[in-house]
Nanobody, 120 residues
Framework: QVQLVESGGGLVQAGGSLRLSCVAS????????MGWYRQAPGKPRERVGY???????KYGDSVKGRFTISRDNTKFKMFMQMNNLERDDSAVYSC??????????????WGQGTQVTVSS
Protein backbone atom coordinates (compact mmCIF):
# COMPACT_ATOMS: atom_id res chain seq x y z
CA GLN A 1 0.00 0.00 0.00
CA VAL A 2 1.13 3.53 -0.75
CA GLN A 3 -0.10 6.75 0.76
CA LEU A 4 0.67 10.32 -0.23
CA VAL A 5 0.14 13.12 2.26
CA GLU A 6 0.45 16.81 1.45
CA SER A 7 1.12 19.56 3.92
CA GLY A 8 2.11 23.20 4.00
CA GLY A 9 -1.01 24.88 2.72
CA GLY A 10 -2.58 27.83 4.41
CA LEU A 11 -3.78 31.39 4.11
CA VAL A 12 -1.33 33.98 2.83
CA GLN A 13 -1.49 37.44 1.38
CA ALA A 14 -0.70 38.12 -2.23
CA GLY A 15 3.02 38.30 -2.71
CA GLY A 16 3.68 35.87 0.09
CA SER A 17 5.22 32.42 0.00
CA LEU A 18 4.38 28.87 0.98
CA ARG A 19 6.26 25.61 0.81
CA LEU A 20 4.25 22.48 0.14
CA SER A 21 5.43 19.00 0.97
CA CYS A 22 4.32 15.60 -0.23
CA VAL A 23 5.42 12.47 1.54
CA ALA A 24 4.91 9.01 0.12
CA SER A 25 4.83 6.16 2.57
CA UNK A 26 4.67 2.42 2.22
CA UNK A 27 6.98 -0.36 1.17
CA UNK A 28 8.04 1.61 -1.87
CA UNK A 29 10.84 0.45 -4.08
CA UNK A 30 10.88 3.38 -6.47
CA UNK A 31 8.79 6.24 -7.81
CA UNK A 32 8.73 7.64 -11.30
CA UNK A 33 7.51 11.13 -12.08
CA MET A 34 5.92 13.18 -9.33
CA GLY A 35 3.76 16.21 -9.92
CA TRP A 36 1.74 18.92 -8.28
CA TYR A 37 -1.80 19.62 -9.39
CA ARG A 38 -4.33 22.18 -8.30
CA GLN A 39 -8.03 22.70 -8.64
CA ALA A 40 -9.91 25.89 -7.94
CA PRO A 41 -13.69 26.07 -7.51
CA GLY A 42 -15.46 25.90 -10.84
CA LYS A 43 -12.30 25.11 -12.75
CA PRO A 44 -10.78 21.85 -13.93
CA ARG A 45 -7.74 20.35 -12.33
CA GLU A 46 -4.52 21.84 -13.62
CA ARG A 47 -1.04 20.43 -13.58
CA VAL A 48 1.18 22.95 -11.89
CA GLY A 49 4.41 21.16 -12.61
CA TYR A 50 6.27 17.95 -12.21
CA UNK A 51 9.66 16.48 -11.55
CA UNK A 52 10.94 13.31 -13.17
CA UNK A 53 12.73 10.51 -11.44
CA UNK A 54 15.94 11.98 -12.82
CA UNK A 55 15.26 15.38 -11.31
CA UNK A 56 14.14 17.25 -14.42
CA UNK A 57 11.36 19.75 -13.81
CA LYS A 58 8.71 21.41 -15.90
CA TYR A 59 6.18 24.04 -14.96
CA GLY A 60 2.97 25.46 -16.25
CA ASP A 61 3.19 28.89 -17.78
CA SER A 62 1.14 30.46 -15.02
CA VAL A 63 3.65 29.54 -12.31
CA LYS A 64 6.93 29.46 -14.19
CA GLY A 65 9.50 31.58 -12.45
CA ARG A 66 7.52 31.67 -9.21
CA PHE A 67 7.26 28.02 -8.17
CA THR A 68 10.08 25.53 -7.74
CA ILE A 69 9.60 21.77 -7.44
CA SER A 70 12.16 19.42 -5.98
CA ARG A 71 12.27 15.88 -4.68
CA ASP A 72 14.19 13.69 -2.32
CA ASN A 73 14.27 10.18 -3.72
CA THR A 74 15.91 8.70 -0.67
CA LYS A 75 12.91 9.69 1.44
CA PHE A 76 10.24 9.67 -1.29
CA LYS A 77 9.36 13.29 -0.73
CA MET A 78 8.46 16.10 -3.07
CA PHE A 79 8.37 19.79 -2.35
CA MET A 80 7.12 22.90 -4.03
CA GLN A 81 8.31 26.34 -3.03
CA MET A 82 5.72 28.91 -4.04
CA ASN A 83 6.78 32.53 -4.14
CA ASN A 84 5.00 35.72 -5.11
CA LEU A 85 1.63 34.08 -4.71
CA GLU A 86 -1.35 35.53 -6.53
CA ARG A 87 -5.09 35.34 -5.97
CA ASP A 88 -5.38 33.00 -8.93
CA ASP A 89 -3.10 30.55 -7.15
CA SER A 90 -5.82 29.81 -4.62
CA ALA A 91 -6.76 26.16 -4.99
CA VAL A 92 -6.54 22.74 -3.46
CA TYR A 93 -3.09 21.42 -4.27
CA SER A 94 -2.61 17.69 -4.64
CA CYS A 95 0.48 15.65 -5.25
CA UNK A 96 0.66 12.74 -7.63
CA UNK A 97 3.20 9.96 -7.90
CA UNK A 98 3.37 7.87 -11.04
CA UNK A 99 4.81 4.41 -11.37
CA UNK A 100 5.10 3.81 -7.67
CA UNK A 101 6.66 0.38 -7.56
CA UNK A 102 5.87 -1.89 -4.68
CA UNK A 103 4.55 -5.38 -4.20
CA UNK A 104 5.71 -6.21 -7.72
CA UNK A 105 3.36 -3.71 -9.30
CA UNK A 106 3.26 -0.10 -10.46
CA UNK A 107 0.70 2.26 -8.99
CA UNK A 108 -0.40 5.82 -9.52
CA UNK A 109 -1.16 7.52 -6.26
CA TRP A 110 -2.77 10.79 -5.21
CA GLY A 111 -2.73 12.70 -1.98
CA GLN A 112 -5.77 14.15 -0.28
CA GLY A 113 -4.83 17.73 -1.08
CA THR A 114 -3.92 20.81 0.90
CA GLN A 115 -5.74 24.12 0.67
CA VAL A 116 -3.90 27.23 -0.44
CA THR A 117 -5.77 30.50 -0.11
CA VAL A 118 -4.24 33.76 -1.26
CA SER A 119 -5.88 36.97 -0.16
CA SER A 120 -5.39 40.47 -1.46
Amino acid sequence: QVQLVESGGGLVQAGGSLRLSCVASGKIVSIGDMGWYRQAPGKPRERVGYVTSGGLTKYGDSVKGRFTISRDNTKFKMFMQMNNLERDDSAVYSCNAENVYLDNYYYDSWGQGTQVTVSS
